[in-house]
């Protein structure tokens, strides 16, 4: 797919708070070179929920046009009702982590952590799972289960710290048309016998349980980047399971917002990972 916005140059950014960490930049300008998008500029802006509404404002007039945002947090709902359309993926788990500014000037709402989760599994081996297990219930655990409605046949085990995020697990399960079982977070362990685990937690909240990977794990899908391998990961790939990291996230879901921010596929990804890597081992 070409595109004539690919033509003329355009600016883009992610915005979020805290933002200064964000690999973004790294992986956007490297799929701007290898496209040859000659002009192209890709920003990083500290930007909270307050603040929000009035910097989109301030870029509307902008000499260059822009092409989309990539969100983090805290942005991600507090964005939707300032789009005037969003997917039905985004819709699905009220989270948009990419803004496009159409060509007739609408602001479009997309998700694309939840395919780049599916991509990013796809590509180490890890396709139709029979069941699955999650730790944590925070906002990228309801994406994970958003991606698991696709490839888990059957139910999903989520370890949980209150019955309060277990209740939130459920419904989204609910919502989603997975059928998920919550368990305490004292059994976590417990989760390493599923066929795929999902580790959505926080750095250092899963540290304590590598000494219980069982001699022949599954595969494991820990959504930290930095810092890397967590002990959980390195634990999980000395006994031979399958290790899917953030990074392989992050450049899956950022291949898909160059496509749909440039209008051009497919993104380099190669080079977008390669890119990653690098900044990653600067650091």
């Known amino acids: 797919m070409n595109s004539a916005r690919a033509a003329r140059p355009h ?19 490297a799929a701007y070179q290898a496209l040859g998008l000659e002009g192209w500029e890709y920003g990083r802006h500290e930007v909270d929920e307050a603040a929000l509404p009035g910097f989109l404002a301030s870029i509307a007039d902008d000499e260059k046009p822009w092409a989309g945002l990539s969100l983090t947090m805290p942005l991600k709902r507090a964005v939707i009702p300032l789009l005037d359309e969003i997917s039905d993926t985004a819709a699905s788990v009220e989270a948009v982590n990419t803004v496009v500014f159409t060509e007739d000037g609408r602001r479009a709402g ?33 994406s994970a289960l958003a991606a698991l409605a696709g490839i888990c046949s059957a139910e999903v085990t989520a370890y949980v710290r209150s019955e309060a995020r277990a209740a939130e697990m459920r419904q989204w399960g609910e919502r989603l048309g997975v059928a998920v079982r919550t368990r ?6 417990d989760a390493f016998t599923a066929p795929l685990v999902i580790a959505t937690t926080p750095a250092g909240a899963t540290d304590a349980l590598a000494a219980q990977v069982p001699e ?16 959980l990961a390195a634990a999980w790939a000395e006994r031979g399971g399958a290790v899917v990291g953030g990074l392989d996230l992050l450049v899956h879901q950022a291949v898909l917002q160059v496509e749909l921010m440039t209008g051009r596929s497919p993104a380099p990804l190669a080079a977008m990972r390669a890119a990653g890597e690098a900044a990653l081992a600067a650091r």
């Open 11 to 29: 600016r883009a950014a992610v915005l979020g708070s805290p933002i200064a960490h964000s690999l973004s930049p790294v992986l956007h300008r």
């Open 110 to 142: 997309e998700n694309t952590d939840i395919p780049g989760m599916v991509a990013a599994l796809a590509e180490r081996g890890v396709g139709q799972v029979d069941s699955a297990a999650i730790l944590g219930a925070g906002a990228t655990a309801s």
């Open 216 to 231: 022949q794990p599954g595969a494991l899908f820990d959504v930290l980047y930095e810092p890397w391998p967590t002990p």
């Open 184 to 189: 305490d977070w004292s059994d976590a362990a």
